[in-house]
């Protein structure tokens, strides 16, 4: 009977073995979908990603491209088309050097015709407010009255010429002579009043006895 009962007994304790093994699995698997079905609802803090096109790249002409004669003499562009490297000491008046490089989309050529980024120039060591009146323009004022003496000035914005060459700002301020009276120009008032004048006189000249 002894014999028949250790068979049973150990036929029990391998089923609660089994029990507690399936038992623990069950409780394991459940935590851990608990834990996933959290993580799923909540699933922490998110990234921002932010994409940055690549910029285009610009094929717009510059403005001052239109002033510059392509594949002319480097030394003779116009300013707007050349950076120098000026030098504001030289002695005023004397003849100066001056090293410079054609700007972005300029192209020139030297004396043989071989194409030219660096070059010199040279120009007399002046400012541009000093440079004689033919190497400017400036604006008109046709509101000025007068052909009295002193003449009357008035303020005018004068730009140089695009082929000369200066120190300093291109465009400066400048007091001018009033050259205008009455829609006519100065010079040509003083010669009607001129005209006027001397008519009177000779009449007054003969009408003596």
């Given at each position: 009977m002894a014999g028949g009962?250790?068979?049973?007994?150990?036929?029990?304790?391998?089923?609660?073995?089994?029990?507690?093994?399936?038992?623990?699995?069950?409780?394991?698997?459940?935590?851990?979908?608990?834990?996933?079905?959290?993580?799923?609802?909540?699933?922490?803090p998110t990234r921002t990603f932010t994409v940055v096109p690549r910029a285009a790249e610009s094929t717009?002409?510059?403005?001052?491209?239109?002033?510059?004669?392509?594949n002319g003499l480097c030394s003779r562009l116009p300013a707007d088309c050349i950076d120098?490297?000026?030098?504001?000491?030289?002695?005023?008046?004397?003849?100066?050097?001056?090293?410079?490089?054609?700007?972005?989309?300029?192209?020139?050529?030297?004396?043989?015709?071989?194409?030219?980024?660096?070059?010199?120039?040279?120009?007399?060591?002046?400012?541009?407010?000093?440079?004689?009146?033919?190497?400017?323009?400036c604006t008109n004022s046709t509101s000025c009255m007068t052909v009295s003496c002193p003449r009357q000035r008035y303020p005018a914005n004068c730009t140089v010429r695009d082929h000369v060459h200066c120190l300093g700002n291109r465009t400066f301020p400048k007091m001018l002579y009033c050259n205008w009276t009455g829609g006519y120009k100065w010079s040509t008032a003083l010669a009607l009043s001129l005209q006027v004048q001397v008519g009177v006189h000779v009449q007054l000249t003969v009408g003596l006895p």
């Open positions: 009962e250790r068979p049973l007994q150990g036929l029990r304790a391998l089923c609660r073995v089994l029990l507690f093994l399936s038992q623990f699995c069950i409780l394991s698997g459940g935590e851990q979908s608990q834990a996933l079905a959290q993580s799923i609802k909540d699933p922490g717009e002409i510059p403005p001052y491209v239109m002033k510059c004669p392509s120098c490297t000026t030098n504001f000491s030289c002695i005023y008046g004397k003849p100066v050097t001056f090293d410079c490089a054609v700007k972005p989309s300029v192209t020139c050529v030297d004396q043989d015709f071989k194409s030219q980024k660096n070059f010199i120039i040279n120009m007399t060591c002046r400012f541009c407010w000093q440079l004689p009146e033919t190497d400017y323009e």
